[in-house]
């Protein structure tokens, strides 16, 4: 009784014009990739995505869309659902599988993918709970290795070139090339949405600091602070240069600095370009840990390194 | 004193043919690979198994015994022991050493690993419970890849040829073969227990049953329709026909629809088949992720979706 | 205000002489490598490492006290401060890094580490206290590989030859070689530390007994049955002798049968033994494990074998 009530309501919902609300949940689910639950924030980087591929705005929405979808059907916390906190995991995974897969199939993958990534925020979310300490982007990142690992026995999901495993035992470091630190800083907020040129990376940072000026200000500082420190440890000029060593400096800070910075520590700033800084080692190490499996890196220095100092804040008080 | 008196009880319960006390409980022990507490199940179980190989049967029987020991001297709960809740992942040890290892010790390095595999069992109890989740058959799978991965450096312990450590950057997909369903079927059962043939297949399948008939038809489904989504996905048919695409789907789609719903939720059916539908994607993930090592996948696939949907479940309650 | 007070007593603590205070806390940071809080075995241990390399003494001391300094800043728990118990993973890092890097920003680097394994130290010490289980030596260890690892990728972290990866498909076994008890027993405890000759290791076993004649016991035996259960499951001779296959199970036999043995079990000796005993295996497997990634075990199977068995206490209180 009580079941078909709540599916009559949710007939309801579409037909009263409400399919707005969702759409504007949906679009709250983009932006809170950055951390922002906002709708024209949400609106910019939806646009800047599809500037740099039709398509991948196209995977970007309709992946917010599921993942929203599916934590109402599940039956999530209206107020979780409603502020974005159960979708932003999914329009990573679509765009993520959008970008490394090919094939006819690869847009239902990726569409699949999102409603699957939306279950797995949900599990994360139970686990990590009991540590109060957020999920942060670990669904994706996680989702996206099984998947990408996955292609290699089943013939129906075609990885695209751009990903080779690789033997440790046949590696060679080669860091030179051309340095462009206006170029990098672009690319890298474009990576965190996987796009890479100058009018999307203009567009995000009008997105973030449209929202809020505090932490548009950080996310440039954590881009440059990263790439620096990438220069003077030796790391390669060309992934410098395609952001690959600031995007997850850019999250980072901001989560350490502002977002979960409940009390207003005096080291906080300090601590936020620490952490930013420690992105940079923590990269390279995931992507040799990752070589021979011929899998990327994506966020996963964000997480390891945010988690690393919200951790030992519960310790270390001043930091 | 204490203690002494303890050691003097179970003295006595040898003597006083309490012996058949912990027969049954070793019985139950097998019939708990498949959740079951039930010694007609656990009998007909170690027939199927020793039909296969009057070996494995012998190994299967002291295991479980093994383990139900070890639970007992270390004072675990004795309600815990009397289901066989302590000894399942000791039977699958025990099975699993017996059939990767050769050489004259091997059967030693399964009866000592069905011991210690006892004591994993405690250890990620103790931490999963935590959780409130079940830790599964996560002991068993754990002691096995490490010690398959010691046998590498410690000359006494021998690997047989069917385990071979492979670059990826070497892998090629074939995934042609012939397919007959109803042989994967029965093969799919008989690979929990480590055995592929018809009649023990058979003989697995009136153990389910035996016990109950609603559990036994999920199995069928689980099993049948991993399956036919591994033909669809393009995988390996010669690992259908092995049965190695569906033991996993059989756990998952019992866990997740019957044993671990608690709530008779009215989308528990529809989630359970999707979870043995997961557990296709996560089998070929897991598998390449240990392609360099050269260990078998066993039943991690299952873990991983039943923890999925399980941890799901506690923010997704509808599912 | 405050903060503005605080900076001036730490400036009166330095000027005060109190700097010796402070030095007395990193002494017993050395010391709590094998769970001591004492000045002299801190000083002794330092002398038996600064005895086989100056070098190594100096950064031994200096991450000591940095490993305190950034605790203290960070506003840890002063007891655990003062106890040492901060600090121990910072000396390790510093140890450890000094010998497996090379180039003239080694020590830099090793120095950076040890302020960066404090934080880690309190970021474990959180997660790790949901499950009332210490976090041993974990720190150092994951610290250590992410650094090993992220050296592939920038050119200013340079590994010394001594570690390179291997594919395992290309491994062979060959465990012959001479066999010296005695000096394995000597370079066992000086593993420990990173340091392989007869009078450290005299000195550090001079060390343990000053300290405690029955952890001094318990570390000779978990050392020399260790040994002798290598050469019984065939493991390579040369690794026996540089006392690769002792030092997990010194630190483990003290963990499990002294100091994390709170209620006086009659059994804890042998599960002492049995748990020693079960680092062989864990060091054959861990080692396979990283082959392809050249990086060393360090104490990550004291860190197993303890952990199993202190969790399996739990639920098998009889252990």
Redesign the interface.
């Known amino acids: 009784m009580e ?1 078909r009530k709540k599916e009559n309501q949710s007939m309801q919902v579409m037909k009263e014009g409400k399919f707005f609300a969702f759409l504007l949940e949906s679009l709250k689910g983009i932006s809170q990739i950055i951390y922002l639950e906002n709708v024209i924030t949400g609106l910019l980087i939806l646009l800047a995505i599809t500037v740099s591929s039709f398509s991948l705005g196209i995977i970007a929405l309709l992946s917010a869309m599921i993942g929203t979808l ?2 109402k ?5 209206k107020i979780l659902v409603s502020k974005g906190l159960m979708s932003y995991n999914s329009v990573l995974s679509g765009l993520v599988l959008q970008t490394f897969l090919t094939g006819p199939y690869a847009w239902i993958v990726a569409l699949v993918g999102a409603a ?1 990534t939306a ?2 925020t ?6 990590l709970g ?2 109060d300490i957020p999920i942060l982007t670990l669904p994706f990142i996680l989702f996206t ?13 075609k990885l695209s070139d751009s990903l ?6 046949n ?1 060679e ?1 080669h ?1 030179e090339g051309k340095i462009n630190l206006l170029r990098a800083a672009f690319n890298g907020i474009g990576q965190i949405f996987f796009v890479t040129e100058a009018i999307p990376g203009l567009l995000l940072f009008i997105a973030v600091f449209w929202a809020s000026r505090k932490m548009g200000i950080y996310s440039v500082i954590g881009n440059v602070v990263a790439c620096l420190i990438t220069l ?5 000029h060309t992934l410098i240069m395609l952001g690959l060593y600031g995007y997850n400096a850019i999250l980072t800070i901001l989560a350490v600095s502002v977002v979960y910075n409940k009390k207003e520590n ?1 080291y906080a700033p300090i601590t936020g370009v620490v952490a930013a800084c ?1 992105t ?6 995931v ?3 990752l070589l ?3 899998l990327p890196a994506l966020t996963m220095p964000f997480v390891l390194s945010t ?3 919200l ?2 804040r ?6």
Do not use: C, H
Not at 280 to 285: D, K, R
Not at 314 to 319: E, F, G, M
């Open positions: 079941d599916v934590a059907v599940g039956g999530a916390d699957i279950v797995i949900a599990t994360l979310m139970y686990f009991n540590f290795w099984f998947v990408l690992l996955s292609s290699y026995k089943l013939d129906s999901i080779s495993p690789q033997s440790l035992a590696w470091l860091i003077a440890l030796g790391g390669e005096r420690m940079v080692p923590l990269m390279a190490s992507s040799i840990w021979p499996f011929g988690w690393l100092i951790g030992a519960k310790v270390l008080p001043n930091l």
